[in-house]
């Protein structure tokens, strides 16, 4: 379980990968159906579960996640998260 306060998680909080990193994407939801879970959307790729376990930080409306701890398909979605971005908009 992790030490990080999980209950000052907000819906709209901005998600990253690494402290300092780029947002990937935002908190949609916590504790669907009573899971120990938040759903977090990935820009590009849509809405992921992601495990309380895998909180790193909460700080200024942010949520840092320890990559290791999410599931394949989450890294493979963050790896993908702003190939579609135009660059200088």
């Known amino acids: 379980m992790t030490n990080v306060r999980t209950d000052t998680i907000r ?27 938040l759903v977090v959307y990935v820009e ?3 809405d992921f579960p992601v495990p309380f376990r895998a909180v790193k930080a909460v700080h200024d409306g942010k949520v ?11 890294r493979d979605a963050v790896r993908h998260a702003h190939e579609r971005e135009t660059p200088g908009l």
């Open 11 to 37: 819906v709209g909080f901005q998600v990253f990968a690494a402290e300092g990193g780029e947002e990937f994407g935002a908190v949609r939801a916590q504790h669907p159906g009573g899971r120990a879970e």
């Open 44 to 46: 590009n790729a849509g």
């Open 64 to 74: 840092v996640l320890d990559m290791k701890v999410v599931d394949q398909s989450l």
